[in-house]
C-alpha cells in the first residue's frame, strides 16, 4: 500500500510561483511511476506531469511546458511540482497520484491517490 500527502499549495496572483509537494510512504514498487493531475470546478481530472522515478523521465501537458517542473528527492521519497508563472486557469484542486507500472497521465489508471492541495491563482 502507498499513502501520498500532497503541500503547498495556496493562493497567489498572476505570474507567481508555487511548489507542491507530494511525500510518499509505502512499498516502492508501488510507486513505479508518480504523477499531478488537477482538477477544476466542473471540469474533469487531468493530467499535468508525471515522472518515471526509476530512470527520471518526465512528461508534461501541453499546457505546463515550459513552466511547470516535476522533479523527486529519493532520500525523502518526495515528488516535486515546482509551478512558475501561474495563470488563473491553473486554479484547481492539484492531485499527487502513484502507480505500478507504466507511466502515463491517465487518472483512471492510478491506484493510489493524495487528498489534493488547492491552489488559487488571482
Known amino acids: 500500500h502507498v499513502q501520498l500527502v500532497e503541500s503547498g499549495g495556496g493562493s497567489v496572483q498572476a505570474g507567481g510561483s508555487l511548489r507542491l509537494s507530494c511525500a510518499a510512504s509505502?512499498?516502492?514498487?508501488?510507486?513505479?511511476?508518480m504523477a499531478w493531475f488537477r482538477q477544476a470546478p466542473g471540469k474533469e481530472r487531468e493530467g499535468v506531469a508525471r515522472i518515471a522515478t526509476g530512470s527520471g523521465n518526465t512528461y508534461y501537458a501541453d499546457s505546463a511546458k515550459g513552466r511547470f517542473t516535476i522533479s523527486q528527492d529519493d532520500t525523502k521519497n518526495t515528488v516535486y511540482l515546482q509551478m512558475n508563472s501561474l495563470k488563473p486557469e491553473d486554479t484547481a484542486m492539484y492531485y499527487c497520484?502513484?502507480?505500478?507500472?507504466?507511466?502515463?497521465?491517465?487518472?483512471?489508471?492510478?491506484?493510489?491517490w493524495g487528498q489534493g492541495t488547492q491552489v488559487t491563482v488571482s
Open positions: 497520484a502513484a502507480k505500478s507500472f507504466g507511466c502515463t497521465v491517465i487518472p483512471g489508471l492510478y491506484n493510489y
Open positions: 509505502g512499498y516502492t514498487y508501488n510507486r513505479n511511476c
